[in-house]
């Protein structure tokens, strides 16, 4: 069964430092997106991403987020400029064309950010 | 605002015990309904869901869910638990149109005691 794929795992990172998540959604999947889940709390949605552009961010998805589909295989968060609440799981998630399959989305395993 | 709870956090039973987790949204609109299943050192899986027709839809490993839109509900059963049931367990909803996010619930830890 095709399933979502994340690296790295772990990331520890300095305060300040820059990080890049990476994500290999299911292969003919259209729609993807990050989420973020800060310990003891709920799984909060980032972004969504459509036709090679964002579709919708949250509040939480500023100035020093972005993602990137740089090829036909991977979907990358980037963080430039990390703080230490930027601490979390990050978790990407991939969902099919429009209809039943638009709709239900395939989450990876997570990677688990920490920054000093 | 759109929000989904859930009212347990914390859930500790024994084995062949019944189980009911409960979720309740604030949504406007249309939605999708969907629980996924955590278990320890793993990532999300999908239980079960709701789209439309009979309010009573059953998932894998045993569970059910019922769809009671007066109350805006949508709680999860299972009738004998085992300890492999031992997870967190998220409620999640989404509209039918636009970029789908998920709204989700806070999340419910259901240990499980041999």
């Given amino acids: 069964e095709p399933e979502v794929t994340q690296t790295p795992s772990h990331q520890v ?52 987020f972005s993602v ?33 399959e638009g709709e239900t989305q395939y989450f990876g395993p997570g990677t688990r950010l920490l920054v000093l | 605002a759109q929000s989904v709870s859930q009212h347990n956090h914390h859930v500790i039973l024994s084995e062949a015990a019944s189980l009911e987790l409960g979720c309740n949204y604030s949504y406007g609109g249309t939605v999708n309904l969907f629980w996924y299943v955590q278990y320890p050192g793993q990532h999300l899986q999908l239980l079960l869901k709701y789209f439309s027709g009979d309010p009573l839809v059953k998932g894998i490993k045993g569970f059910e869910a019922e769809f009671i839109k007066s109350k805006f509900s949508f709680n999860l059963r299972k009738p004998s638990v085992q300890w492999s049931d031992t997870a967190e367990y998220f409620c999640a909803v989404n509209k039918k149109s636009g970029t789908y996010k998920y709204i989700f619930g806070t999340g419910t830890r259901l240990k499980v005691l041999a």
């Fill in chain 1, 13 to 64: 990172t300095q305060m300040g430092q820059e990080v890049i998540l990476r994500c290999v959604p299911i292969s003919n999947h259209l729609y993807f997106y990050w989420y973020r889940q800060i310990l003891g709390q709920k799984v909060e949605f980032l972004v969504s991403f459509y036709n090679n552009e964002i579709s919708e961010k949250s509040e939480i998805f500023d100035d020093q």
């Fill in chain 1, 68 to 100: 990137e589909r740089p090829d036909g295989s991977n979907f990358t968060l980037k963080i430039r400029s990390t703080k230490l609440e930027d601490s979390a799981m990050y978790f990407c998630a991939s969902s099919g064309t429009s209809g039943t």
